[in-house]
C-alpha cells in the first residue's frame, strides 16, 4: 500500500528555518513529481512546490526564495527546506503526489498525515 511519512515539523521563532522530510514506500515515490502542500486553520488548502523527474521545481510565489525542494530518488526521500520562515507559514505541511496533482489539474492521489510547522513572531 503507498505510504508517505512526513517528520521535521516543529515550533520555530520568525526568521528561524527547518526542514520537513518525506519518506515514500512501495512504488509511492513518483515517476510524475512529489510535492507540499499546507493548510493552515481557517485558511484554504495551499500547493507549495513540486518536484519532477527530471528535477524542475515549480514554487508558490508566497514561498520563493525562501523554500527549496529537494529529492533523493535512491532514497525514495523529499525534501522541504524551509528558511526565513513567518509566522503566516504556520500550518500543516503535506507531502502529495499524483498525476492529475502534478499536472495542476487535480487533487493528489497520495498524501501522508502532516506535519505541523508553528511559526511565533
Known amino acids: 500500500q503507498a505510504q508517505l511519512v512526513e517528520s521535521g515539523g516543529g515550533s520555530v521563532q520568525s526568521g528561524g528555518s527547518l526542514r520537513l522530510s518525506c519518506l515514500a514506500s512501495g512504488d509511492t515515490y513518483s515517476r510524475y513529481c512529489m510535492g507540499w502542500f499546507r493548510q493552515a486553520p481557517g485558511k484554504g488548502h495551499e500547493d507549495i512546490a513540486r518536484?519532477?523527474?527530471?528535477?524542475?521545481?515549480n514554487y508558490a510565489d508566497s514561498v520563493k526564495g525562501r523554500f527549496t525542494i529537494s529529492q533523493d530518488k535512491a532514497k525514495n526521500t523529499l525534501y522541504l527546506q524551509m528558511n526565513e520562515l513567518k509566522p503566516e507559514d504556520t500550518g500543516m505541511y503535506y507531502c502529495?503526489?499524483?498525476?492529475?496533482?502534478?499536472?495542476?489539474?487535480?487533487?493528489?492521489?497520495?498524501r501522508g498525515q502532516g506535519t505541523q510547522v508553528t511559526v511565533s513572531s
Open positions: 518536484i519532477y523527474s527530471d528535477d524542475s521545481t
Open positions: 502529495a503526489t499524483g498525476l492529475e496533482w502534478c499536472y495542476l489539474t487535480g487533487d493528489p492521489d497520495y
